[in-house]
């Protein structure tokens, strides 16, 4: 039973036009808040989506679910908290999202609820599917209605249909006809099923949690979110795994052998994940450190201060610092008070908004060399603007550098990176790029460099944005050809 929508803030997080964060999810199952629990650990991840959010519950016979648009505590607040906790059940998923496939709509806010001849079934997917357009065109010519336009929503059709209910395990039997990047937490009624894509494209971990002398289990993107649960940090899912959690503990089978190259996204270590959290059996914080040490040996500068691009540009700006031995100084301050609201719909509202949200500190630039550090370049507006303000405030040199490698091509896993055209190292050569943004130097992280900093075989990383190199055909995604004949059998 869906609950009644409850009114929502009408305002959204304001979003750069860089690039945008991915999903996070969060699953809890055999503990008495389950409800609260993934609250928090969905708030936990915020960092991974401000878009829309949602959370879903078992009574132990029915789901319960709501969604809707804005932050966390918009979305969930203290009154429905209290209702989903009242259902008394043990377990729970949560979602953060934001959009990078089927658009910013309030019926894409997930966990998806659905009834199917298997029961009641809520997901919530983190990644992208390359091959769901061509199976919702398929599905839609036989008939199936979509209520969403989320790519998310393929799954539950294809776990639905006769031809995979029909296989002695339907949801591996689903898994292994999608493509492309999906971290899975699903709810039925007596369990929680995590699965992740062979590749391995995002993160997925449980740990455990001691709840009143029995053990509980919590799932989630990152381990930022078990840390703020006081979880203990068990495993990952594996690629290729689908992991259950219900009142018989966790039980493991997989529904895809590995694939010898995993595909765990780099950019994850660049800019998405938290620094606190580990990701692919890595800190966070740490990696991005290491790659401003790298950057900083690769390319080095005569310069006064290395300054941060806040926040992103932080971890790797003290690397840089450490290893080129130039001071490190706060020279840009951001207000943590502009962003959520702030409606930016012309090119000059939107330089506006990037003085009013960050601001430069004129009497440590005044007259100095400066050596800005960020994380990445996407588009160059944003980039242009900041650097724009900073020569404003009287910098006498100013020198760019980026602790990864230009972002030549889009992505298809789930990161929404602006298409081919707007991004600006498509077309354009490094130098082209300084000329663009107005900085007297511009250098960025090499790729050897980026993945020598990695704590896995390079070649265990996706770096397609980078190379254009994408593990699976993303021109012509497979629907699996001996699969789509049971198609039908509709
Ligand atoms: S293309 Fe880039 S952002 Fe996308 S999954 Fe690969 S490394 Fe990550």
């Not at 979003?15 to 708030?43: D, F, N, R, T």
């Not at 404003?392 to 040199?397: K, P, R, T, W």
Request: hydrophobic content about 45%; proline content about 6%; glycine content about 8%.
């Amino acid at each position: 039973m869906h609950l009644p929508i409850l009114p929502q803030p009408a305002t959204r997080p304001e979003q750069a036009p860089e690039a945008k964060e991915k999903c996070g999810v969060v699953a809890i199952w055999g503990a008495a808040h389950a409800a609260s629990l993934a609250y928090l650990g969905m708030y936990a991840q915020q960092h991974r989506g401000q878009e829309a959010a949602g959370i879903a519950v078992t009574d132990g016979q029915l789901l319960h679910a709501h969604t809707g648009m804005g932050l966390v505590p918009e979305v969930i607040t203290d009154e429905l908290l209290q209702r989903m906790e009242a259902f008394n059940g043990r377990g729970a998923i949560g979602h953060n999202r934001y959009s990078t496939a089927g658009g910013s709509l309030a019926c894409n806010a997930q966990p998806l609820l659905e009834s199917y001849v298997g029961g009641q079934v809520a997901i919530a997917h983190n990644g992208n599917l390359v091959n769901a357009a061509a199976f919702r065109r398929r599905f839609e010519h036989a008939g199936h209605l979509f209520h969403t336009t989320s790519d998310t929503e393929v799954i539950v059709h294809l776990l639905a249909s006769p031809a995979q209910q029909a296989a002695p395990d339907p949801l591996a039997a689903t898994l292994r006809r999608l493509q492309g990047a999906f971290s899975l937490a699903l709810l039925f009624h007596d369990r929680v099923e995590l699965a992740r894509d062979p590749w391995g494209w995002r993160p997925l971990v449980i740990g455990t949690l001691d709840d009143h002398g029995r053990t509980a289990y919590v799932a989630a993107s990152e381990t930022i979110a078990l840390d703020v649960l006081g979880a203990r940090f068990l495993r990952e899912v594996e690629p290729g795994e689908i992991v259950t959690l219900s009142e018989a503990g966790l039980a493991s089978r997989r529904f895809s052998d590995p694939v010898p190259r995993p595909a765990h996204c780099v950019f994850e270590h660049v800019y998405f994940a938290h620094p606190a959290s580990t990701v692919f059996g890595q800190n966070v914080q740490l990696a991005r450190e290491a790659m401003g040490e790298r950057l900083g040996t690769e390319s080095p500068v005569v310069a006064d201060f290395v300054a941060p691009m806040p926040d992103s540009g932080r971890s790797a700006a003290i690397g840089f610092a450490r290893v080129t031995g130039i001071p490190l100084r706060e020279a840009i301050v951001p207000n943590r008070y502009v962003g959520r609201t702030f409606i930016r719909p012309t090119q000059a509202q939107r330089q506006l908004a990037v003085r009013l949200k960050l601001n430069v500190v004129e009497d440590i630039v005044r007259g100095k060399r400066v050596v800005i550090v960020d994380d990445s370049i996407v588009r160059g507006t944003t980039t242009r603007a900041k650097i724009a303000q900073i020569r404003a405030a009287g910098a006498l040199e100013i020198h760019l550098r980026i602790s990864c490698p230009p972002i030549k091509h889009p992505c298809f896993f789930g990161v929404d990176f602006a298409t081919r055209e707007q991004l600006i190292a498509a077309d354009k050569t490094p130098s082209q790029i300084r000329d663009f943004l107005g900085v007297d130097s511009l250098a960025f992280l090499s790729l050897p460099g980026l993945l020598s900093v990695m704590k896995r075989p390079g070649t265990h990383y996706c770096d397609a944005c980078y190379t254009g190199d994408y593990r699976v055909d993303v021109d012509n995604p497979s629907t699996d050809p001996a699969a789509v004949g049971q198609l039908a059998m509709f």
